[in-house]
């Protein structure tokens, strides 16, 4: 072999070797682009997948303040319609402690603060009426549907409608609900309307007697202003001053029987009440006794009323006051004191005395017609003034918390504001 062959032979290897090298190359730069192109996929996928749990997230706090915000308002609703009932709410646990009063419940039956916990029979010990009810809810565990009671709280009638029910989770009992309205304005309406019923029948029927006696006593007087007292001996003229006396006072009775009995419609107009009674004390001081005082005080507020009859009614009370205490021997200090009542509408007026005051016993009796403690009385004068207040959709009654005197107290309906 030459040298020519040599060569080629090099030069063979050489191009193999080369050749090698270069599909080397591209087998790995191929490797290379397929883990490069892996890597980009996986990062892809990563990034597809972090994005997606990102937005998730998202959502659910989202969801989650929405929940929360459903449920504040939820919360916020329930507390505003506990708060808001006008109705008496409470709730009692199986083991009697009171777990909830709404703040009708507590203004109603005079509760304080202080209440979760304790049991029900000792913060409602002066309801008697209320802790019979709920002790019988307890013992049943059924409801009790509409119960109508009547108690005394606070020197004030009340008259509830209740209704009980189990309070109950399933199978599971965990005490009763206590619901009551305040059926007193309708039990005091129902009652005016049967006071004003009973004294319209018995005006019907002491109207037409007044009337016969009238007729009688007209004569009666008449014929004794007739006889002269001196041309009869004068042995019989005490007997004639008699006779014309006691016809008098007869006759004053007889006008109060008709004043009673008359059929009156109130005439109703703006009445400023104040100026009312300030005129009628102004217009009694010269004929009352000596040393005799009149304060009027307190807030008024404008009525619908009659001025010449609520004008008589405040005479009437007067008179009757400074009398009560001209027989105890004492001197008047009659006092007519006024409070305005803004969440029921409603004008409170008292007129009190210092007198010797009225038996407790004697309380409900004193505006019945012909009930009198007096002597000489017609036993009319309250009740003329009772029918009065009636007329003005209003109630009368004597205040019996008063240590010494009497205190009677009126309530009229506030003028709605024009």
Not at 283 to 297: F, N, R, S, Y
Not at 329 to 339: F, G, K, L, N, W
Request: hydrophobic residues 45%; charged residues 20%; proline residues 4%.
């Amino acid at each position: 072999m030459n040298g020519y062959g040599y060569t080629l032979i090099g030069l063979t290897a050489v191009l193999a070797a080369l050749v090698a090298v270069v599909v080397v190359a591209l087998l790995g730069f191929r490797a290379s682009a397929r883990a490069t192109r892996r890597q980009m996929r996986e990062g892809s996928d990563t990034a597809l997948l972090s994005a997606a749990l990102q937005d998730a997230l998202t959502r659910l706090a989202a969801q989650e303040r929405a929940t929360s915000a459903r449920a504040d308002a939820s919360e916020q609703l329930s507390t505003q319609v506990f708060d808001s009932l006008t109705a008496g709410l409470v709730v009692v646990d199986a083991h009697g402690g009171l777990k909830i009063a709404n703040p009708a419940a507590c203004r109603m039956l005079s509760l304080g603060s202080a209440i979760a916990g304790r049991h029900y029979s000792e913060l409602l010990a002066l309801t008697p009426p209320l802790v019979a009810l709920i002790e019988e809810g307890l013992a049943k565990q059924q409801p009790i549907i509409r119960r109508t009671l009547s108690m005394a709280i606070a020197d004030r009638a009340w008259h509830f409608g209740v209704t009980v029910s189990p309070l109950e989770d399933g199978e599971a009992r965990h005490g009763i609900i206590c619901l009551f309205s305040d059926l007193t304005p309708i039990v005091e309406l129902e009652q005016q309307l049967q006071l004003k019923e009973a004294l319209a029948r018995l005006g019907e029927l002491t109207g037409g007697i007044a009337h016969e006696f009238r007729n009688g006593l007209a004569t009666i007087h008449g014929y004794g202003r007739l006889i002269d007292l001196d041309a009869i001996p004068e042995r019989f003229r005490p007997c004639v001053v008699g006779i014309r006396q006691e016809t008098d006072t007869l006759g004053q009775i007889v006008t109060n029987f008709l004043n009673f009995a008359r059929p009156e419609q109130a005439m109703l107009m703006r009445v400023d009440l104040e100026a009312v009674v300030r005129r009628v004390a102004s217009d009694l001081q010269p004929e009352l006794p000596a040393g005799t005082a009149i304060d009027v005080k307190g807030d008024f507020a404008p009525i619908d009323g009659d001025e010449v009859m609520l004008r008589q009614t405040f005479v009437n009370l007067i008179r009757n006051a400074v009398e009560a205490c001209d027989a105890a021997s004492t001197v008047p200090a009659i006092v007519v004191e006024s409070r305005v009542d803004a969440g029921t509408g409603t004008l409170h007026v008292a007129v009190s005395d210092n007198g010797p005051g009225i038996p407790a016993a004697d309380h409900a009796r004193i505006f019945r017609p012909f009930f009198t403690t007096r002597s000489r009385g017609s036993g009319l004068g309250l009740s003329i003034v009772q029918k009065s207040v009636l007329l003005h959709n209003g109630s009368i009654a004597v205040d019996p918390s008063v240590a010494s005197g009497t205190r009677i107290e009126m309530s009229f309906p506030a003028a709605l504001a024009s």
